[in-house]
């Protein structure tokens, strides 16, 4: 399984982005998959997660700022951000729980990282 993310770059406060992150490989089916991103200096974080397909987590300091959704078939996520800070700075992660076929659990995959840099 991996996790291609695109998207990210270089933006000024105040403005936005978008990140994108497709799932491929021998899925039966994507339990959670979302974003967690690591500023210099800190530890990971989540930033928004969809579990199941349906219900959505966002951290408090996204809440209101940045949407996360994800296609028809589940198997892509896309993170709209609106309003960006200086803060929003870090390497954005595409994480995925997958039940893999023929494996019968599940397994947690990052994707390569993605930075976003915010300048105020």
């Known amino acids: 399984v991996q996790l291609q993310a695109s998207g990210g770059g270089l933006v000024q406060a105040g403005g936005c982005l978008g990140l994108?992150?497709?799932?491929?490989?021998?899925?039966?089916?994507?339990?959670?998959m979302g974003w967690y991103r690591q500023a210099p200096g800190k530890e990971r974080e989540l930033v928004a997660l969809i579990i199941s397909g349906d219900r959505v987590n966002y951290a408090d300091s996204v809440k209101g700022r940045f949407t996360i959704s994800d296609d028809k078939a589940g198997n892509t996520v896309f993170l709209q951000m609106n309003s960006l800070s200086p803060e929003d700075t870090a390497v954005y992660y595409c994480?995925?729980?997958?039940?893999?076929?023929?494996?019968?659990?599940?397994?947690?995959?990052w994707g390569q990282g993605t930075l976003v840099t915010v300048s105020s």
């Open positions: 994108s992150c497709e799932a491929s490989g021998s899925i039966f089916s994507i339990n959670k």
């Open positions: 994480y995925a729980v997958v039940y893999r076929l023929g494996y019968g659990r599940e397994y947690e995959y």
